[in-house]
């Protein structure tokens, strides 16, 4: 399988490379690791495709947000949750 870019985007929107992902089950355990070690805890997942055709991922800080690069479309993200 191929393997695409995860990464953190800081509020300053400097993106730091955290894995390199191919499923989405891949990345919501990077991100889980990534809030574990600092002791954050999310109550909600907020997803959406942004102009990149990227997927974003608030975890809740609302300025700080996970971005994975596979090339998506809209219509495929409900699938990727099924």
Known sequence: MIKHNFY?????KERRPLAQCDSLSDCVCVMQQFMKERNYKSYYTRT???SNIEMVFDVGSWTEFFI???PIKEERT?????
């Open 8 to 12: 953190f985007q800081a509020s300053n």
């Open 78 to 82: 409900q699938r990727l949750w099924d």
């Open 48 to 50: 959406w495709v942004n």
């Open 68 to 70: 994975w690069t596979e």
